[in-house]
């Protein structure tokens, strides 16, 4: 047998595992690395954030990503290059976190590298006969595994889409193993670049469990600051509190064919992006409008479509506990008009489970790097979206 073959089956068979989680959203705001201790698999999953970091991204890389990200025309030889400079750079990251940390390589059984998203076509959106969903994350995992030392898992979201998923949202695999709770429904709420959630129901049955995208959380605003005032974001809303609601402008956001289209549903930038927000300013006569006023306005956009979507599937007098993770949790606004359009629910965060919000995508990629090592497909049932499946390529470092 392949030494390394040997090695995988060993660390596969061991009580507890070391993995390090990745994660780099659509916010490209640096890389998320969550060194977690994982005992059992499936319900008797166990799981413990020993260290956590995000480690930065120089506005150099940042601005090549942006170079190939959510565009129909790209550089292809780019594409090419910065499918191996990023996995560099992730091991990079991770290679420094470790010394931080004061491990070895040798101390991490696996790495599971969720990649970074350059393209997101779900059907719904390319609406090309003949041509199923797609998606698109590179940082390739060889390079990861080789750079590093460390057996890497990477590239998920490709056999959700080759089991009939659309190749998200991915978190209602780990939220189900490690956040579900017997009585109580709950709604595992993930405001990052595009807001989705997972139900669990109270039952514990897979078969009920429900998750989507519902529309933008942070990426229009993160797009609209970033060329207006020179910000990466609207830190502590500052901007959006400055400015008022324009429900014109709203109205026009609103107007599209996404909202009315059946759960579960995915999106990206792809969609929704500056373009779209100038469509709507335009059709609204509101293209000289205070850029304050459009900052508000967006933030009340991402919570009326994260607030319908939870009103389309619990009523108008939705009564859940949602336990909020990514970076729009720490948006002022965003929560509080969460809160008021939602005054029979209740809001928490991930930490009220123990887990830090920040490292929640990352353990969650750990999670489903895991089961595809020591657990089985969990079942699902006939859930549309969410395929009875185990994710995640394996490379080997030699």
Same mark, same amino acid.
């Given at each position: 047998?392949?030494?390394?073959?040997?090695?995988?089956?060993?660390?596969?068979?061991?009580?507890?595992?070391?993995?390090?989680?990745?994660?780099?959203?659509?916010?490209?705001?640096?890389?998320?690395?969550?060194?977690?201790?994982?005992?059992?698999?499936?319900?008797? #999953?166990?799981?413990?954030?020993?260290?956590?970091?995000?480690?930065?991204? *120089?506005?150099?890389?940042?601005?090549?990503?942006?170079?190939?990200?959510?565009?129909?025309? +790209?550089?292809?030889?780019? +594409?090419?290059?910065?499918?191996?400079?990023?996995?560099?750079? &992730?091991?990079?990251?991770?290679?420094?976190?470790?010394?931080?940390?004061?491990?070895?390589?040798?101390?991490?059984?696996?790495?599971? *590298? &969720?990649?970074?998203?350059?393209?997101?076509?779900?059907?719904?959106?390319?609406?090309?006969?003949?041509?199923?969903? %797609? #998606? @698109?994350?590179?940082?390739?995992?060889? &390079?990861?595994? +080789?750079? #590093?030392?460390? !057996?890497?898992?990477?590239?998920?979201? =490709?056999?959700?889409?080759?089991?009939?998923?659309?190749?998200?949202?991915?978190?209602?695999?780990?939220?189900?193993? !490690?956040?579900?709770?017997?009585?109580?429904?709950?709604?595992?709420?993930?405001?990052?670049?595009?807001?989705?959630?997972?139900?669990?129901?109270?039952?514990?049955?897979?078969?009920?469990?429900?998750?989507?995208?519902? %529309?933008?959380?942070?990426?229009?605003?993160? =797009?609209?600051? =970033?060329?207006? /005032?020179?910000?990466?974001?609207?830190?502590?809303?500052?901007?959006?509190?400055?400015?008022?609601?324009?429900?014109?402008?709203?109205?026009?956001?609103?107007?599209?064919? /996404?909202?009315?289209?059946?759960?579960?549903?995915?999106?990206?930038?792809?969609?929704?992006? @500056?373009?779209?927000?100038?469509?709507?300013?335009?059709?609204?006569?509101?293209?000289?409008?205070?850029?304050?006023?459009?900052?508000?306005?967006?933030?009340?956009?991402?919570?009326?479509?994260? +607030?319908?979507?939870?009103e389309k599937c619990f009523g108008s007098n939705a009564s859940v506990h949602v336990f909020m993770s990514g970076g729009g949790m720490h948006n002022p606004l965003l929560v509080?008009?969460?809160?008021?359009?939602?005054?029979?629910?209740?809001?928490?965060? #991930?930490?009220?489970?123990?887990?830090?919000?920040?490292?929640?995508?990352?353990?969650?990629?750990?999670?489903?790097?895991?089961?595809?090592?020591?657990?089985?497909?969990?079942?699902?049932?006939?859930?549309?979206?969410?395929?009875? !499946?185990?994710?995640?390529?394996?490379?080997?470092?030699?």
């Amino acid at each position: 047998m392949n030494q390394q073959i040997e090695k995988l089956y060993s660390k596969a068979n061991k009580n507890e595992r070391l993995i390090i989680g990745l994660m780099s959203g659509t916010s490209m705001d640096g890389l998320d690395i969550a060194l977690c201790k994982v005992k059992g698999s499936g319900a008797e #999953t166990a799981i413990e954030i020993l260290e956590f970091k995000t480690g930065d991204f *120089s506005d150099d890389f940042r601005t090549k990503i942006k170079a190939v990200f959510s565009k129909r025309e +790209v550089d292809l030889q780019l +594409v090419c290059l910065m499918n191996e400079h990023i996995a560099n750079v &992730h091991a990079e990251l991770i290679n420094q976190a470790l010394t931080e940390w004061g491990y070895k390589a040798e101390d991490i059984d696996f790495i599971a *590298s &969720h990649g970074q998203t350059i393209f997101h076509a779900p059907e719904s959106l390319h609406k090309l006969k003949d041509y199923p969903n %797609g #998606t @698109l994350q590179i940082g390739d995992g060889d &390079h990861i595994a +080789v750079k #590093t030392g460390i !057996i890497t898992l990477s590239d998920f979201r =490709q056999k959700h889409l080759a089991s009939g998923g659309e190749g998200a949202p991915l978190a209602v695999y780990g939220d189900y193993l !490690i956040f579900s709770k017997k009585d109580e429904d709950r709604v595992m709420l993930n405001i990052g670049g595009i807001a989705n959630f997972t139900y669990l129901p109270g039952t514990l049955n897979a078969n009920e469990i429900f998750s989507t995208d519902v %529309g933008p959380g942070n990426t229009l605003m993160d =797009q609209y600051v =970033q060329r207006y /005032f020179n910000k990466f974001y609207d830190k502590n809303a500052e901007i959006a509190l400055s400015g008022s609601l324009n429900n014109a402008l709203l109205l026009a956001l609103l107007d599209c064919d /996404f909202f009315e289209s059946n759960f579960p549903k995915t999106t990206g930038p792809e969609l929704f992006n @500056l373009d779209y927000l100038e469509k709507a300013q335009k059709s609204s006569s509101t293209e000289d409008i205070k850029k304050e006023d459009v900052m508000a306005t967006l933030c009340h956009f991402s919570a009326d479509t994260i +607030v319908a979507a939870i009103e389309k599937c619990f009523g108008s007098n939705a009564s859940v506990h949602v336990f909020m993770s990514g970076g729009g949790m720490h948006n002022p606004l965003l929560v509080d008009l969460l809160k008021t359009k939602l005054p029979e629910s209740f809001f928490l965060t #991930t930490n009220d489970l123990n887990i830090n919000p920040d490292a929640k995508e990352a353990v969650l990629f750990a999670v489903l790097a895991n089961e595809t090592l020591c657990g089985c497909p969990i079942n699902f049932g006939e859930r549309q979206g969410v395929p009875s !499946i185990c994710m995640g390529k394996i490379s080997l470092p030699e």
